[in-house]
């Protein structure tokens, strides 16, 4: 089935730990992105990609840092200056001839303990 | 500058019709995305409007109005399933969209 998958669906860190979420899409998709969304907000873009080995920051990119290898993955490394970083991070791809629909994988949440 | 508005909550009766009021303003406008989400899961895709006017699609419309910077959701025939938070998505050109804070629906028996 062709889709976004994050992984994992649940990770908790200890304050001061970087940790790495996993975002893989087989859409053919040229764009990825992430967002951050926390209880009861909007979602607020972290960083994002139109083609391999090129990546720009979005309105949040503090603390956070990214790489685009391959076009099929775009995994997000959540650093130890990301001061608030507990949340639900959100994956997802688009494509012009998908009108650039943005679709979403299932997310990952992160608590630091 | 950008900027989205829509209501924070709303509060409906099953079977009854209810309408998600957006308006925006962005620097570049393409077309207009709805998604809705589900409390803990992630956003789905509802509509997409690049013309002005009414796109239905069964029980959800979508209207917009691109020289007034206005679009709505109209949800017939509400249905529990349907309490989540709907998500206004303004395109802004190629692959920006900038998300809304959404409205959260809470459907009530």
């Known amino acids: 089935d062709g889709g976004i998958t994050q992984s994992p669906k649940y990770l908790f860190r200890k304050e001061g730990q970087n940790v790495t979420l996993s975002c893989e899409q087989n859409?053919?998709?040229?764009?990825m992105y992430w967002y951050r969304q926390d209880p009861g907000q909007g979602l607020r873009l972290i960083y994002y990609?139109?083609?391999?080995?090129?990546?720009q920051k979005g309105d949040i990119a503090e603390g956070y840092s990214v790489s685009r290898e391959k076009k099929e993955s775009f995994p997000l490394t959540v650093t130890s200056a990301q001061k608030n970083p507990t949340a639900f991070y959100l994956c997802?791809?688009?494509?012009?001839?998908?009108?650039?629909?943005?679709?979403f994988g299932e997310g990952s949440w992160l608590t630091v303990v | 500058g950008q900027n989205i508005d829509q209501p924070t909550e709303m509060t409906a009766t099953e079977g009854a019709i209810v309408q998600i009021n957006c308006t925006y303003q962005?620097?570049?406008?393409?077309?207009l995305f709805w998604y809705q989400q589900h409390a803990g899961e992630a956003p789905t895709f509802l509509s997409y409007?690049?013309?002005?006017g009414l796109e239905e699609k069964g029980r959800f419309s979508s209207f917009l109005s691109r020289s007034k910077g206005y679009s709505y959701l109209l949800l017939k025939e509400l249905q529990m399933k349907d309490s989540a938070s709907y998500l206004c998505a303004p395109n802004t050109g190629g692959f920006k969209t900038i998300f809304g804070a959404g409205t959260r629906l809470f459907v009530k028996a």
């Open positions: 990609s139109q083609i391999v080995n090129d990546f």
């Open positions: 997802a791809s688009s494509s012009e001839i998908s009108g650039n629909t943005i679709y």
């Open positions: 859409l053919n998709h040229d764009a």
């Open positions: 962005t620097s570049g406008f393409n077309g």
């Open positions: 409007n690049v013309l002005d």
